[in-house]
């Protein structure tokens, strides 16, 4: 809760819109099935931009994150 209150608070001062993929923090999955979720996901938003995490950063969730993505 208390990463979600911090990028909530983040998203306000840089005036975007938070959205969460519904990943547990510290056991993000990278399959099939989350790849084709984060595809639906783009597609349906259509944004603009996407802030993700480096995709080399040390905490392995958010290189899982970063492929995501990448891959969506």
């Not at 056991?27 to 802030?51: A, G, H, S, Y």
Request: with cysteine; hydrophobic share 40%.
């Amino acid at each position: 809760m208390i990463r979600s209150a911090e990028a909530r608070n983040a998203c306000e001062v840089l005036k975007v819109q938070p959205v969460y993929f519904g990943q547990i923090d510290g056991n993000t999955v990278f399959n099939r099935d989350q790849m084709v979720k984060m595809e639906n996901l783009l597609q349906t938003l259509k944004p603009d931009l996407v802030f993700i995490h480096w995709p080399i950063d040390t905490h392995p969730a958010h290189q899982v994150t970063a492929e995501l993505t990448f891959q969506g």
